[in-house]
């Protein structure tokens, strides 16, 4: 039976630090940070991604991870909201988020609104990375073998 985990472990460094046998066959969500370079040309997340992992990677000397595009993520839709809103009034501030549909980040497409405030759907975030390098829309879930992520089934 396969062992599955949230996008809490989706790093590389996962395979690292538990090592190899420990970690072969384990399935995780992740977002496509692992290899943005090999997002279809079309997508919309391919630039977003690759200037966020090269400005951190330039910056940190650590590769690009989940939690950093998370982070940077935020970053956007807030700046997105403040130069909409106009204003740093708390609730002004808070209806412009909640009004974001068209912020493009590492993690997929922001709309949020009063009822969503992740504003992600699993559309723009699900991607698979193969034993080949290969993202693709969907499935949701990456599998660990050997020292790489690839392709697994998606989540039951």
């Known amino acids: 039976m396969p062992f599955y985990e949230t996008h809490g472990v989706s790093t590389k460094s996962l395979i690292s630090l538990a090592g190899v046998?420990?970690?072969?066959?384990?399935?995780?969500?992740?977002?496509?940070l692992i290899a943005p370079g090999e997002l279809p040309d079309g997508d919309k997340q391919k630039a977003v991604s690759l200037e966020f992992k090269?400005?951190?990677e330039k910056t940190f000397g650590a590769?690009?991870?989940y939690f950093g595009?998370?982070?940077?993520d935020t970053i956007l839709v807030a700046a997105s909201a403040l130069k909409r809103a106009g204003s740093t009034d708390k609730a002004k501030l808070r209806d412009t988020i909640e009004q974001t549909d068209d912020v493009i980040g590492t993690a997929?497409?922001?709309?949020?609104?009063?009822?969503?405030?992740?504003?992600?759907?699993?559309?723009g975030t699900?991607?698979?990375?193969?034993q080949e390098r290969r993202?693709?829309?969907n499935p949701l879930m990456r599998k660990v073998r050997g020292s790489t992520l690839e392709a697994g089934p998606p989540m039951p």
Request: avoid cysteine; proline fraction near 2%.
């Open 21 to 32: 046998d420990a970690t072969e066959g384990i399935r995780l969500v992740s977002t496509p």
């Open 54 to 56: 090269a400005e951190f």
């Open 63 to 65: 590769e690009a991870n």
């Open 69 to 72: 595009g998370i982070a940077y």
């Open 108 to 123: 997929g497409q922001y709309r949020m609104s009063a009822a969503d405030h992740s504003g992600l759907s699993v559309e």
């Open 126 to 130: 699900a991607h698979v990375l193969d």
């Open 135 to 137: 993202v693709e829309a």
